[in-house]
């Protein structure tokens, strides 16, 4: 690799808007989050149970594909 193209990696504490602070190596100096890992719905198990299937594409599915998944 060529010697001094590369951007300098720093540890930076990033802020999110709930408040909660990580750490992570970036080339910039300031970073701030909108939501994160600690605040985002599917993270904290309030999205992941939820599945929305309005044209029954699941069932489609299962139908297409029994023969196959009940072996």
């Given at each position: ?43 904290r198990g309030e999205l992941g149970s939820q599945i929305l299937d309005t044209e029954g594409r ?14």
């Amino acid at each position: 690799m060529k010697q001094g193209i590369h951007p300098e990696m720093k540890l930076i504490t990033v802020k999110c808007a709930c408040g909660a602070e990580h750490t992570m190596y970036s080339t910039v100096d300031n970073f701030r989050l909108d939501v994160c890992s600690e605040c985002h719905p599917f993270y904290r198990g309030e999205l992941g149970s939820q599945i929305l299937d309005t044209e029954g594409r699941v069932q489609k599915f299962k139908n297409k594909y029994k023969d196959f998944l009940e072996n």
